[in-house]
């Protein structure tokens, strides 16, 4: 497994944004197919990004698509989620997750970070 630590989250108003972070210090994340998790309060995790090993493949879910940019900072050591034109339906705690098997929401992702709050209000 691999320990991952997320920052980032926050409180904005509709239509603001957010850039969440993962980083696994001692790892390297360009080894790992990444991806980004919510959850919301009563309702299941949900799969919301996820981008290859490389870099060069992303994964987007309908909800998120043209206002969610998923994408990796070798230099950094880091995995990020930048998030524009927040809606409120996107408050939720969200998850860094790393994988082996893919990058799409039926790979299987061993490795989780403990969440940050994203809220956004109307």
């Known amino acids: 497994q691999v320990q991952l630590v997320e920052s980032g989250g926050g409180s904005v108003q509709a239509g603001g944004s957010l850039r969440l972070s993962c980083a696994a210090p001692g790892r390297t994340l360009s080894a790992y197919d990444m991806g980004w998790f919510r959850q919301a309060p009563g309702k299941e995790r949900e799969f919301v990004a996820g981008?290859?090993?490389?870099?060069?493949?992303?994964y987007y879910v309908d909800s998120v698509k043209g206002r969610f940019t998923i994408s990796r900072d070798n230099a950094k050591n880091t995995m990020n989620l930048q998030m524009n034109s927040l809606k409120p339906e996107d408050t939720a705690v969200y998850y860094c997750a790393a994988s082996t098997t893919g990058w799409g929401p039926m790979a299987h992702f061993g490795s989780w970070g403990q969440g940050t709050q994203v809220t956004v209000s109307s």
């Open positions: 981008t290859s090993w490389s870099g060069g493949s992303e």
